[in-house]
C-alpha cells in the first residue's frame, strides 16, 4: 500500500494600518483601511484566485474518488474574515469536513509564535482555536501543528500531554540524516503521540517550483510528478504533502496550469489499486512509529536556514516580540475583549516576518507577502500600536 498525505494550511492576517505615532491614544483601529492596506481587498483576491477554485476543484475531487481524502488547519483570523467576507467559504468548508473525509488539524487560533515566549497564552489560543473549530464544524481535532510548523521536543510533549495524538513537522535532512520523511516516527520523550514530517522535495516542487522557467524539470506534468512519487515510496510508504493552501491560485496562477495538475495527479494516483489518501490522523492510526526522531533545536518549514530566523533574526523582530509579550499581564487584567481580541491580533506571526531583512535567496519571498513598503515600515507601524495597546490597558 502507497498512502499520499495532503495537509492544506489556509491563513490571513488582519494587517496593521499605516498607523503613525501621532495615532498613538487618539485611535484604536489599528486593522482598518488605510491607504496601502486593506484586509477585505485582500481577502477577497486571493479568495476569486484559491480559495473558491481550490475548494470547488477538492469537493469535485472528494466526489469523484472514494478514495481521496485530506487535511487542513485554518487558523482562527482566517475564520473570522470568511465569516465577514466570505460566507460561501465557510459553506463550502462545512460541507467537505461534514464527509468525515476531510480532517482538521489543531494550531493557535492567531497563528502565534506564542510557544516560544508564553505557553499559558500559547494554551490560551490553542484551545480558542479548538473552540471555534467545534462551534463551526462539529468536529474536534486529533492532530496538531504548530505556527509555520515551528516544532522541537518540547513542543512534542506538551501536545502529548494537551491529548493530541499526532503532531506534524518538517522532514529536515539535517534532523533526519539518512532516514527517510516517508514513515511515522515517534518524538523523543513522548510514549504515544506519532510525528509526520512533510516530504519537502516533492511539497516544495509544488509550492515553490511549479512555474519556475528556469527550473530543469519545468513544465512538471502529472505523469512526472506520480513517478517520483512511487520511487519515493520505495524508501517508505508515506508520502507526505504539506503546504500552503494558497499554493493553487494565488502562489502558482490558475494560468500555471497548477489546477489541472493536481486535479490530474490526483486521479492518475489512485487509479492504482495500491494507492489511497490518508489523512493526518488516518495516516498516524494506520502505521505504527519505526524510530525516534529528537529535534531539541526548534525547526520550521521556513526558508533555506529551516529555522526561526524569518521572524526573530534581526533586532527589530526581537524587539517587537520582547515589547509584545510583555503587555499580557496588564491587556488580561483588564478584561477588556476588545483590547485582548486587538493585542493577539497583533500576536499573529505575519506581523514579524514582515520585518524580515534577510535579503539573499530568500527575499524576494519575504517581499512578495508583505503589504509595506519596507521591513522598517512595518516595524514602525507595529511600535506605535503597541504603544497604543500599553495605553488602553493602563
Same mark, same amino acid.
Given at each position: 500500500?502507497?498512502?499520499?498525505?495532503?495537509?492544506?494550511?489556509?491563513?490571513?492576517?488582519?494587517?496593521?494600518?499605516?498607523?503613525?505615532?501621532?495615532?498613538?491614544?487618539?485611535?484604536?483601529?489599528?486593522?482598518?483601511?488605510?491607504?496601502?492596506?486593506?484586509?477585505?481587498?485582500?481577502?477577497?483576491?486571493?479568495?476569486?484566485?484559491?480559495?473558491?477554485?481550490?475548494?470547488?476543484?477538492?469537493?469535485?475531487?472528494?466526489?469523484?474518488?472514494?478514495?481521496?481524502?485530506?487535511?487542513?488547519?485554518?487558523?482562527?483570523?482566517?475564520l473570522e474574515q470568511a465569516e465577514m467576507w466570505g460566507g460561501d467559504i465557510i459553506d463550502t468548508l462545512k460541507r467537505l469536513v461534514a464527509t468525515g473525509r476531510v480532517e482538521i488539524v489543531a494550531e493557535t487560533y492567531h497563528h502565534s509564535l506564542a510557544f516560544f515566549f508564553s505557553k499559558s497564552e500559547f494554551e490560551r489560543q490553542v484551545k480558542q482555536h479548538q473552540a471555534k473549530i467545534q462551534d463551526l464544524f462539529g468536529?474536534?481535532? /486529533?492532530?496538531?501543528?504548530?505556527?509555520?510548523?515551528?516544532?522541537?521536543?518540547?513542543?512534542?510533549?506538551?501536545?502529548?500531554?494537551?491529548?493530541?495524538?499526532?503532531?506534524?513537522?518538517?522532514?529536515?535532512?539535517?534532523?533526519?540524516?539518512?532516514?527517510?520523511?516517508?514513515?511515522?516516527?515517534?518524538?523523543?520523550?513522548?510514549?504515544?503521540?506519532?510525528?509526520?514530517? /512533510?516530504?519537502?522535495?516533492?511539497?516544495?516542487?509544488?509550492?515553490?517550483?511549479?512555474?519556475?522557467?528556469? *527550473?530543469?524539470?519545468?513544465?512538471?506534468?502529472?505523469?512526472?510528478?506520480?513517478?517520483?512519487?512511487?520511487?519515493?515510496?520505495?524508501?517508505?510508504?508515506?508520502?507526505?504533502?504539506?503546504?500552503?493552501?494558497?499554493? +493553487?491560485?494565488?502562489?502558482?496562477?490558475?494560468?500555471?496550469?497548477? +489546477?489541472?495538475? +493536481?486535479?490530474?495527479?490526483?486521479?492518475?494516483?489512485?487509479?492504482?489499486?495500491?494507492?489511497?489518501?490518508?489523512?493526518?490522523?488516518?495516516?498516524?492510526?494506520?502505521?505504527?512509529?519505526?524510530?525516534?526522531?529528537?529535534?531539541?533545536?526548534?525547526?520550521?518549514?521556513?526558508?533555506?536556514?529551516?529555522?526561526?530566523?524569518? *521572524?526573530?533574526?534581526?533586532?527589530?523582530? &526581537?524587539?517587537?516580540?520582547?515589547?509584545?509579550?510583555?503587555?499580557?499581564?496588564?491587556?488580561? /487584567?483588564?478584561?477588556?475583549?476588545?483590547?485582548?481580541?486587538?493585542?493577539?491580533?497583533?500576536?499573529?506571526?505575519? &506581523?514579524?516576518?514582515?520585518?524580515?531583512?534577510?535579503? *539573499?535567496?530568500?527575499?524576494?519571498?519575504?517581499?512578495?507577502?508583505?503589504?509595506?513598503?519596507?521591513?522598517?515600515?512595518? +516595524?514602525?507601524?507595529?511600535?506605535?500600536?503597541?504603544?497604543?495597546?500599553?495605553?488602553?490597558?493602563?
Amino acid at each position: 500500500m502507497r498512502s499520499c498525505v495532503l495537509y492544506l494550511h489556509m491563513h490571513q492576517p488582519f494587517r496593521v494600518r499605516e498607523y503613525s505615532i501621532f495615532d498613538v491614544g487618539n485611535r484604536a483601529d489599528y486593522f482598518s483601511d488605510s491607504a496601502h492596506i486593506n484586509n477585505q481587498l485582500v481577502f477577497d483576491k486571493v479568495a476569486e484566485k484559491s480559495y473558491r477554485p481550490m475548494l470547488t476543484l477538492l469537493e469535485k475531487l472528494l466526489g469523484a474518488h472514494p478514495n481521496f481524502q485530506f487535511s487542513l488547519s485554518v487558523t482562527g483570523t482566517f475564520l473570522e474574515q470568511a465569516e465577514m467576507w466570505g460566507g460561501d467559504i465557510i459553506d463550502t468548508l462545512k460541507r467537505l469536513v461534514a464527509t468525515g473525509r476531510v480532517e482538521i488539524v489543531a494550531e493557535t487560533y492567531h497563528h502565534s509564535l506564542a510557544f516560544f515566549f508564553s505557553k499559558s497564552e500559547f494554551e490560551r489560543q490553542v484551545k480558542q482555536h479548538q473552540a471555534k473549530i467545534q462551534d463551526l464544524f462539529g468536529v474536534k481535532s /486529533k492532530a496538531f501543528r504548530n505556527t509555520e510548523l515551528a516544532y522541537n521536543d518540547d513542543l512534542a510533549s506538551w501536545a502529548e500531554e494537551f491529548g493530541f495524538e499526532t503532531v506534524l513537522a518538517e522532514g529536515w535532512d539535517r534532523i533526519l540524516r539518512e532516514r527517510s520523511p516517508n514513515f511515522v516516527y515517534r518524538p523523543t520523550g513522548t510514549n504515544k503521540i506519532k510525528l509526520l514530517l /512533510k516530504n519537502y522535495r516533492l511539497s516544495d516542487d509544488i509550492a515553490f517550483r511549479f512555474s519556475d522557467k528556469n *527550473w530543469t524539470e519545468h513544465p512538471l506534468s502529472a505523469e512526472k510528478y506520480l513517478t517520483w512519487v512511487e520511487n519515493s515510496t520505495l524508501n517508505g510508504p508515506l508520502i507526505n504533502l504539506f503546504m500552503d493552501f494558497e499554493t +493553487f491560485g494565488e502562489h502558482q496562477w490558475a494560468d500555471t496550469g497548477v +489546477f489541472q495538475f +493536481f486535479e490530474q495527479f490526483v486521479g492518475r494516483f489512485l487509479e492504482s489499486p495500491e494507492n489511497n489518501f490518508l489523512t493526518v490522523s488516518g495516516a498516524s492510526e494506520q502505521y505504527e512509529a519505526i524510530d525516534e526522531v529528537s529535534m531539541p533545536e526548534t525547526v520550521t518549514w521556513a526558508d533555506t536556514e529551516r529555522d526561526l530566523s524569518a *521572524w526573530l533574526g534581526n533586532a527589530m523582530q &526581537h524587539e517587537a516580540a520582547k515589547n509584545l509579550y510583555a503587555l499580557e499581564e496588564a491587556v488580561l /487584567k483588564t478584561e477588556n475583549a476588545q483590547l485582548i481580541a486587538d493585542w493577539r491580533n497583533l500576536q499573529t506571526s505575519d &506581523h514579524l516576518y514582515y520585518m524580515c531583512t534577510k535579503y *539573499w535567496s530568500d527575499g524576494d519571498v519575504h517581499a512578495y507577502f508583505s503589504a509595506y513598503d519596507s521591513p522598517y515600515d512595518a +516595524f514602525l507601524y507595529f511600535m506605535n500600536t503597541l504603544r497604543d495597546v500599553d495605553f488602553r490597558s493602563l
